[in-house]
Antibody, heavy 121, light 107 residues
Framework: EVQLLESGGGLVQPGESLRLSCAASGFTFSSYAMSWVRQAPGKGLEWVSIISGSGASTYYTDSVKGRFTISRDNSKNTLYLQMNSLRAEDTAVYYC??????????????WGQGTLVTVSS | EIVLTQSPATLSLSPGERATLSCRASQSVSNYLAWYQQKPGQAPRLLIYDASNRATGIPARFSGSGSGTDFTLTISSLEPEDFAVYYCQQRNNWPLTFGGGTKVEIK
């Protein structure tokens, strides 16, 4: 059974940093792209970033480019999201999601349960 | 950026009725459109990928159709567990984008 377990969320002040982790199990981690998708309280889904199975390719939505960095450690079956210069509008539940392909533009199945990031002074 | 517009925003139906949800893209996404279901307090679940392919374990009452800019998710006969929010997502262009969602509520 595929399992994705996010951690690292919490309350931070504007301008601060946070690193999210997603521990994966139940599949060959390096064979699939992985992504972060967020959902602000009471709002819809917003794709944030994706990394290919090898880690060679990464893509970001414009609003996080230059502030967020996605990475993965295939030896540890773990996905990361380093979030710097956080803003109030980054407040959301952040989901880790497994891509359906190893690279490129994906859809996502399954998703983790999410970790809440709150940016507030 | 491709904008996905879902309609209606809310659909009020009774169990056993047929649900028809629409997703319209601002430009062609070929058949690279997926549908997800999200229940309160839960993560989204993939229902349909590439417009018409059911994901693993998804019941046959869920079906998807369309190509280009107009897509439809149909639930042939609503079960109590189907009342939820449904999102479409395109993977034809960067950035990947989601629609705003359709809430299917009990009438």
């Amino acid at each position: 059974e595929v399992q994705l377990l996010e951690s690292g969320g919490g309350l931070v002040q504007p301008g601060e940093s946070l690193r999210l982790s997603c521990a994966a199990s139940g599949f060959t981690f390096s064979s699939y792209a992985m992504s972060w998708v967020r959902q602000a309280p009471g709002k819809g889904l917003e794709w944030v970033s994706i990394i290919s199975g090898s880690g060679a390719s990464t893509y970001y939505t414009d609003s996080v480019k230059g502030r967020f960095t996605i990475s993965r450690d295939n030896s540890k079956n773990t996905l990361y999201l380093q979030m710097n210069s956080l803003r109030a509008e980054d407040t959301a539940v952040y989901y880790c999601a497994k891509g359906t392909y190893s690279t490129g533009r994906n859809c996502f199945d399954p998703w983790g349960q999410g970790t809440l990031v709150t940016v507030s002074s | 950026e491709i904008v996905l517009t879902q309609s209606p925003a809310t659909l009020s139906l009774s169990p056993g009725e047929r649900a028809t949800l629409s997703c319209r893209a601002s430009q062609s996404v070929s058949n690279y459109l997926a549908w997800y279901q999200q229940k309160p307090g839960q993560a989204p679940r993939l229902l349909i990928y590439d417009a018409s392919n059911r994901a693993t374990g998804i019941p046959a009452r869920f079906s998807g159709s369309g190509s280009g800019t107009d897509f439809t998710l149909t639930i042939s006969s609503l079960e109590p567990e189907d009342f939820a929010v449904y999102y479409c997502q395109q993977r034809n262009n960067w950035p990947l984008t989601f629609g705003g969602g359709t809430k299917v509520e009990i009438k």
